[in-house]
C-alpha cells in the first residue's frame, strides 16, 4: 500500500501576509541605533526635519507646508519633498494615539516615523507576491522574494526609523516595475501601471520620470503602442497632484548655488561607488545578467529591453552617486526574472542562489555587530530641555541642528538640505572664524540665541571641507599663537566673552545661550 504525504499549500493571501511580515520583521535590523533608553531616534538628520514638518502641519491643521521657515533662518528654504509622506505618517500617528500603549500615545508621531518604513515595505512586500505569483519557474520568483527581504540596501531605503521620501519612491517603483511585467498579459493592469507612475511622479520628478522613460520609450518604439488607459491614469493621477503642490524650481537651483559641491563631498551616499561596494551590497550575481545577455536572442522582447535600458542607466548613476543603488537593487531584482535560465542540476541552482544570496547574508551578519547606540542624539535630547524657543535660532553643527530642531521647537541656521546651503555655510564660517567680533556679526545676522560646539577638531574639518573644497584627512588643525580658533574657545570654555552663557556641557557637546 502506497502511503503519500501531501502537505497542504496555504491560500496565497496568506502566503502572501505571510511574507510581508517577514519583510516588516527584517527592515527592524537597525533597533539598536534608534530605541534607546526609552526614547526613538531616527536615521538621518533629513528625518528630523521631515518630521517636524508633519508636527506642524498637525499642530496647525494644514495639508501642505511649502516653506520651511525654521531652517536657514531668517530666510527660510523651500523644500522639494512632497506632501504625501507627511499625510501617511500624520495619519499613522494620528491611529497610533488611539492605541492603548502609554509609550505610544505619549509620543506617536515618533512611532509614526519609526513604522512608516517597515509597513511600507511590508504593503509592497504583499502586493509583489500578488502580482508575481505565477511566475515560473518557481525558484526564480523565490530568488526575487529571498532578495528583496534581505538585501542591504532595500532594507535601508524602507528601513525603520528613517522616515524619508526615498522610502516611498522605491516602495512605488518597485510596484511600478512589478506591473510592467504583467501588464501586458493582463490589460486589466493598464489604470493601476499609470496610476502607480503617477503617484511616483508626484512624489519626485527625477527618479521615477527618469525610468518612465525606457518604458514609454520601449512601448512606442518596439511595441508601437501605449495602452490608452494607462496614458489616461498617468495624467489624472500626476498632473492634479503635481497642480496642487507646484513644481519646486527653487529648491533645484540651489543645486547651483556656491559651496554645493564642496558639501555634497562630505556626504558618503553622494560620493562615487567602489568594487568593494558593488560586492558587498549586490552579490556578484550583477555580473550575470552581461553574460548572459551575450548569449540571447530575444534582445527585442519589449520587457527585457525596458529592464536593461534602466538597469544600465543606473548602473551608471551609481557609479556617480551611491544613493542611486536602491535603484539599482530593484532593478536587477527584475532582471533574474527575465535573464536566469532554469539550472541544468540542484548544484547550478545552488550556486546561483550562494552568489546572489551569500553576499547579503554575509553584509547583513557582519553589519549588525557595528550598529552602535545611538548616545550623540540622546544627549541632544537632553540638551534641548534646556532650549526655549522664543529666545532666538541655534547655530550648530549643521548634521546635529535638525535633531535639536525637533527635540526643541527653536529654529535653525544650517540644516541637512542643499536648500539650507546658505546657512550651511555660514555655520562654517563661524566655526572657521579666529576672533569673536568677527564671529558675532554671523550671529546677529541669523538672529541666533543658542551656539553649539562639538568637537573641535571634526568641527573645523567639516567646517573647512565646505569653504575649500579640500579632502577630510588633508585638513589639518591650525595652531595660533594669541589668537585661537572660536570653535575651539568655545568648547573648552577659555577667554569667552561674556555674552555666551553656559547652559550644558558634556564630553561632546558645549551649549551656550548668546545674549549680546
Same mark, same amino acid.
Given at each position: 500500500?502506497?502511503?503519500?504525504? *501531501? ?36 536615521? +538621518?538628520? +533629513? ?10 502641519? #498637525? ?8 516653506? @520651511? ?35 505610544? /500615545? ?10 512608516? %518604513?517597515? #509597513? ?5 512586500? !504583499? ?8 511566475? &515560473? ?7 526575487? !522574494? ?10 535601508? *531605503?524602507? *528601513?525603520?526609523?528613517?522616515? +524619508? @521620501? ?40 527625477? &527618479? ?32 492634479? #497632484?503635481?497642480?496642487?503642490? %507646484? ?34 551590497? %549586490? ?20 520587457? #527585457? ?50 552568489? /546572489? ?24 535630547? +537632553? ?52 576672533? !569673536? ?8 545676522? @541669523?538672529?541666533? =540665541? ?18 575649500? =573644497? ?10 595660533? *599663537? %594669541? ?25 561632546? !557637546?558645549?551649549?551656550? @545661550?548668546? /545674549?549680546?
Amino acid at each position: 500500500m502506497n502511503c503519500r504525504i *501531501s502537505i497542504p499549500r496555504l491560500p496565497p493571501t496568506v502566503t502572501a501576509g505571510l511574507y510581508a511580515l517577514a519583510v516588516f520583521v527584517s527592515r527592524f535590523k537597525y533597533w539598536k541605533s534608534s530605541l534607546f533608553e526609552g526614547h526613538a531616534y531616527f536615521a +538621518d538628520a +533629513d528625518c528630523y526635519t521631515r518630521l517636524y514638518r508633519v508636527k506642524r502641519l #498637525l499642530a496647525e491643521h494644514a495639508l501642505i507646508q511649502r516653506f @520651511h521657515p525654521f531652517e536657514n533662518f531668517p530666510d527660510g528654504i523651500v523644500v522639494h519633498t512632497t506632501a504625501l509622506l507627511d499625510w501617511l505618517v500624520g495619519g499613522l500617528s494620528l491611529f497610533l494615539h488611539l492605541l492603548p500603549l502609554q509609550a505610544v /500615545q505619549d509620543h506617536p508621531l515618533d512611532w509614526a516615523g519609526i513604522l512608516i %518604513g517597515p #509597513l511600507l515595505a511590508a504593503g509592497t512586500a !504583499f502586493l509583489l507576491y500578488r502580482l508575481l505569483q505565477n511566475h &515560473e519557474p518557481a525558484w526564480q520568483r523565490w530568488l526575487f !522574494f529571498g532578495s528583496y527581504l534581505i538585501n542591504p540596501l532595500l532594507i535601508w *531605503s524602507t *528601513s525603520m526609523a528613517r522616515p +524619508d @521620501h526615498q522610502n516611498l519612491i522605491i516602495s512605488l517603483l518597485l510596484l511600478a516595475w512589478a506591473l510592467e511585467l504583467r501588464r501586458w498579459e493582463q490589460p486589466g493592469l493598464h489604470a493601476w501601471a499609470g496610476a502607480v507612475w503617477g503617484l511616483a511622479l508626484w512624489v519626485s520628478l527625477l &527618479e521615477p520620470l527618469l525610468f518612465l522613460a525606457p518604458v514609454l520609450l520601449v512601448n512606442l518604439v518596439v511595441r508601437r503602442r501605449e495602452a490608452r488607459t494607462f496614458w489616461v491614469t498617468l495624467l489624472l493621477v500626476s498632473l492634479p #497632484l503635481l497642480a496642487l503642490e %507646484g513644481v519646486r524650481s527653487e529648491a533645484y537651483e540651489k543645486l547651483n548655488a556656491p559651496y554645493i559641491h564642496n558639501w555634497m563631498g562630505t556626504i558618503g551616499e553622494l560620493r562615487h561607488s567602489t568594487l568593494n561596494w558593488w560586492i558587498q551590497y %549586490g552579490g556578484l550575481i550583477f555580473l550575470f545578467p552581461l553574460w548572459l545577455l551575450l548569449r540571447r536572442k530575444e534582445l527585442a522582447e519589449p520587457r #527585457l529591453l525596458i529592464f536593461l535600458i534602466s538597469s544600465v542607466a543606473a548602473g551608471v548613476l551609481v557609479y556617480w552617486q551611491q544613493r542611486w543603488g536602491y535603484f539599482f537593487a530593484g532593478i536587477s531584482l527584475f532582471l533574474f526574472l527575465l535573464l536566469l535560465p532554469r539550472p541544468r542540476s540542484v548544484l547550478a541552482a545552488g550556486l546561483l542562489l550562494a552568489l /546572489q544570496l551569500g553576499p547579503m547574508i554575509w553584509w547583513n551578519w557582519t553589519e549588525y555587530p557595528k550598529i552602535t547606540t545611538p548616545e550623540e542624539l540622546a544627549q541632544l535630547r +537632553d540638551m534641548a530641555e534646556k532650549i526655549t524657543p522664543d529666545s532666538g535660532a541655534l547655530m550648530g553643527p549643521w548634521w546635529q541642528s535638525p535633531a535639536l530642531l525637533y527635540f526643541s521647537g527653536a529654529p535653525i541656521i544650517g540644516s541637512s538640505s542643499h536648500e539650507s546651503i546658505e546657512g550651511i555655510v555660514d555655520t562654517a564660517r563661524f566655526y572657521t572664524s579666529c576672533n !569673536f567680533p568677527e564671529a558675532e556679526a554671523l550671529l546677529k545676522k @541669523h538672529r541666533v =540665541g543658542w551656539v553649539l560646539v562639538y568637537l573641535p577638531d571634526r568641527l573645523y574639518r567639516n567646517s573647512e571641507q565646505i569653504l575649500t =573644497g579640500k579632502k577630510y584627512d588633508e585638513i589639518e588643525m591650525p595652531s595660533y *599663537s %594669541g589668537t585661537r580658533l572660536v570653535c575651539r574657545r568655545l568648547f573648552e570654555h577659555v577667554a569667552v566673552p561674556s555674552a555666551f552663557r553656559v547652559t550644558y556641557v558634556s564630553p561632546l !557637546f558645549t551649549l551656550y @545661550h548668546y /545674549q549680546p
